[in-house]
């Protein structure tokens, strides 16, 4: 009944069903690794690949600190992410924020708090004036909706400081 590697199961058979065991092993080889490139997709889902998550979660700021962005890498079309964008400057004074890039491009700003003292457009992006507080910090939460597909390359910059580049992602 053994074949010669000692294993029955393996022997192809023709009662009750004809069957290719060779084949069949590949099939089930197939399987397995489609099973484990699930399981990886929705460990990476976890962990934000694709929306909200550690993997998703940016902190960067300009090299002399004056400038910095929290954001989230990869969006959804449609979905609403946070960003926070915080600069320093003189204090209790108005300070100068220029969002420009692909940003506007591929997001629709859909709240902004507070709301800057002025704001005008400018180029392909925008000027946002904020107040700053006692020690010269002022802080700017967006609510940013993504419109586009792709990658898109943005830009925060305030007059006299580092300006920030940073890569945002949004999937279909």
């Known amino acids: 009944m053994n074949d010669e590697s000692g294993h029955t199961d393996y022997r192809n058979r023709d009662y009750p069903v004809r ?3 060779a084949h069949q092993v590949k099939v089930w080889r ?7 490139t699930l399981v990886l997709l929705v460990v990476l889902a ?3 690949l694709f929306s909200r998550g550690p993997l998703s979660t940016r902190d960067v700021q300009g090299s002399d600190g004056k400038v910095r962005v929290q954001y989230e890498m990869f969006h959804r079309n449609g979905s609403t992410n946070p ?3 915080s ?3 003189t204090p209790d004074a108005m300070v100068e924020l220029e969002l420009s890039g692909a940003m506007l491009e591929g997001f ?6 507070p709301e800057p003292i002025r704001a005008v457009s400018a180029g ?10 006692a020690q010269g910090r ?9 419109d586009g597909l792709g990658l898109f390359h943005s830009r925060i910059a305030s007059p006299g400081a580092t300006a920030v580049d940073f890569d945002q992602f949004i999937f279909p």
């Open 30 to 36: 197939f399987e397995r690794w489609g099973w484990y």
């Open 124 to 133: 392909q992006g925008m000027k946002l004036w904020v107040q700053t507080d």
């Open 19 to 21: 069957e290719d065991m």
């Open 108 to 113: 629709s700003i859909e709240s902004l708090q």
């Open 87 to 89: 600069v320093i400057g």
């Open 83 to 85: 960003m926070q964008l």
């Open 138 to 146: 002022a802080n700017l939460y967006l609510t940013l909706r993504g």
């Open 46 to 48: 976890l962990l934000g």
